[in-house]
Nanobody, 116 residues
Framework: VELVESGGGLVQAGGSLRLSCVTS????????MGWYRQAPGKQRELVAT????????NYADSVKGRFTISRDTVRNTINLQMNSLKPEDTAVYCC??????????WGQGTQVTVSS
């Protein structure tokens, strides 16, 4: 499975960005899709996940009510709509999928920078 992210950039606090991730390869085996982020000097943390078939979602407490994850099962894309962005949201955001055998795959990441 290959993952390619897009949509990162620089935005002012309070602004919005939309991240997208296109998957290719053995897409039929994807079970869970999601986004993680890593800020400088910090550990990687979960942002949000979504079940490919069920559509059930899970969010980090820090982004609940501001971020929305969605998926397109036909195109096998994962989207992350980020609203009311804060400087502490600044990080490299990575697309993530886990297949039916619990193998994990990661994208290269896209930089999101929120200025105050």
């Amino acid at each position: 499975v290959e993952l390619v992210e897009s949509g990162g950039g620089l935005v002012q606090a309070g602004g919005s960005l939309r991240l997208s991730c296109v998957t290719s390869g053995s897409r039929f085996a994807i079970n869970v899709m999601g986004w993680y982020r890593q800020a400088p000097g910090k550990q990687r943390e979960l942002v949000a996940t979504i079940g490919r078939s069920s559509g059930s979602t899970n969010y980090a407490d820090s982004v609940k009510g501001r971020f929305t994850i969605s998926r397109d099962t036909v195109r096998n894309t994962i989207n992350l709509q980020m609203n009311s962005l804060k400087p502490e949201d600044t990080a490299v955001y990575c697309c993530y999928v886990k297949d039916l055998w619990s193998n994990e795959y990661w994208g290269q990441g896209t930089q999101v920078t929120v200025s105050s």
